[in-house]
């Protein structure tokens, strides 16, 4: 099926993006950064990543200098382990076309977005670095998800070698920040989940599980920035892209709760699964690359919980 798309007039000599996966939390923090490009960013129902012929057809007419992938289907623990299956493939399925797509026009830069959700389930030292990502399996909670996110880093690199390109890939942890389209939903980041309560509960915040796995929550507008530089600079590596601050489930609650002068009890839930222990990811390839920065969690979660306080399509 051939697509029909409206013509579009765009300044001159400016740098044209087109953004998948843009409507989510990451895409939102990152459209601002590129004020100075021109930005493409179609939705699901202008664009289904699930046909080859669509993203080919918008790519086709769009001629864009570079494609940032952003797309992904996300859910938690429970999700994952009822429908493994699904969620590899789906995850696979857009990848694919988007890279294959990009590779048939020969689109300069693609920037794709993994997850440390593909990293091994368990290694004899941490934080992990780029180079243990094809050890082990990836944790039996998340398998499907977290192979297809492998996958993207494999088939780049084989595009890459084959076809002299210089595509990349940013493989952040988990995420916290604004504009989380499941806040107040089952499906909400955990931090996004545990605010909503803060702010819409009791004085008493409950957790699932015993609140003792580690996890690296990184500032939503950190990965944009690192996201960024990446494309600015055609950056074909393959690059972590998470805080140092690696806090027990438990502790993100205590420190959210602290950073913003409350004054709520925690209680733990032991009927909810804790998932894997920990993921830590080293990011000392991109700190060292761009001199980069990461925000304090304790400074960047008292920014959050005061966007979605006081944000009136959130109250």
Same mark, same amino acid.
């Given at each position: ?11 001159? !000599? ?23 490009? @021109? ?49 590899? @493939? ?10 294959? @797509?990009?590779?048939?026009? !020969? ?65 952040? @942890? ?105 993921? !830590? ?35």
């Amino acid at each position: 099926m051939c697509w029909n798309y409206p013509k579009r007039r765009w300044v001159k !000599d400016k740098v044209k993006i087109v953004i998948f996966g843009a409507g989510g939390m990451l895409g939102q923090a990152l459209k601002p950064l590129f004020a100075d490009s @021109s930005i493409v960013a179609p939705n699901s129902h202008k664009v289904n990543l699930f046909h080859e012929n669509q993203v080919y057809d918008f790519l086709k007419h769009e001629k864009p200098d570079k494609v940032i992938n952003l797309a992904g289907e996300v859910a938690g623990i429970l999700k994952n382990r009822q429908s493994p299956f699904s969620f590899y @493939s789906n995850n696979q399925r857009m990848f694919d076309n988007v890279l294959s @797509s990009c590779l048939d026009l !020969d689109i300069e830069y693609l920037l794709s977005c993994s997850s440390t959700c593909a990293y091994p389930d368990s290694v004899k030292n941490y934080p992990m670095t780029e180079e243990e990502l094809f050890g082990d399996l990836p944790s039996e909670d998340n398998m499907g998800y977290g192979m297809a996110k492998r996958n993207m880093v494999l088939a780049t690199s084989l595009a890459n070698k084959q076809y002299h390109k210089k595509y990349g890939i940013i493989i952040p @942890s988990n995420l916290y920040g604004f504009n989380d389209k499941h806040y107040g939903l089952n499906s909400a980041h955990y931090v996004t989940s545990l605010i909503y309560k803060l702010v819409h509960g009791t004085d008493t915040v409950e957790i699932g599980g015993s609140g003792k796995p580690l996890r690296q929550f990184t500032y939503v507008k950190d990965v944009a920035r690192a996201i960024k530089l990446m494309v600015d600079n055609n950056d074909n590596s393959f690059l972590n892209c998470a805080t140092s601050e690696n806090m027990s489930i438990y502790e993100i609650a205590e420190r959210t709760i602290k950073a913003n002068n409350l004054n709520h009890k925690i209680l733990l839930n032991p009927d909810f699964p804790d998932g894997q222990f920990r993921k !830590d990811v080293s990011s000392k390839k991109l700190i060292e690359k761009y001199n980069f920065l990461f925000t304090p969690f304790d400074k960047g979660i008292k920014e959050t919980y005061e966007y979605y306080k006081t944000c009136k399509k959130y109250n």
